[in-house]
């Protein structure tokens, strides 16, 4: 059992920056893949970035590439997402999730979500 929790998020302006952040208590989080995940309200949740146990390995959407940055530190079981560039279609709701695989994830541990929000 993993228990994610966010920090982070909240208001800016377009071509401004926030970062986000998913920590867990358990020590075995450091081998679990973490991904960020959004959702605007009457749509479907979208894959944001994603990272290996190690952090060797992430993967993007194409929509964020370039302007969002996923790295996670294992010795503070965290994960960060780093938005740079933000747009108003960022907006949305930010979640968290842990798969034990990163080639074949299913999430099975989602953080509380955290609000998102960027005026033009």
């Known amino acids: 059992q993993v228990q994610l929790v966010q920090s982070g998020g909240g208001l800016v302006q377009a071509g401004g920056s926030l970062r986000l952040s998913c920590a867990a208590s358990?020590?075995?989080?450091?081998?679990?893949?973490v991904g960020w995940f959004r959702q605007e309200p009457g749509k479907e949740r979208e894959f944001v970035a994603s990272?290996?146990?190690?952090?060797?390995?992430?993967y993007y959407a194409d929509s964020v590439k370039g302007r969002f940055t996923i790295s996670r530190d294992n010795a503070k079981n965290t994960v960060s997402l780093q938005m740079n560039s933000l747009k108003p279609e960022d907006t949305a709701v930010y979640y968290c999730?842990?798969?034990?695989?990163?080639?074949?994830?299913?999430?099975?541990?989602w953080g509380q979500g955290t609000q998102v929000t960027v005026s033009s």
């Open positions: 999730a842990a798969a034990p695989s990163y080639y074949d994830p299913r999430w099975d541990y």
């Open positions: 358990e020590r075995t989080f450091s081998n679990y893949a």
């Open positions: 990272i290996n146990w190690s952090g060797g390995s992430t």
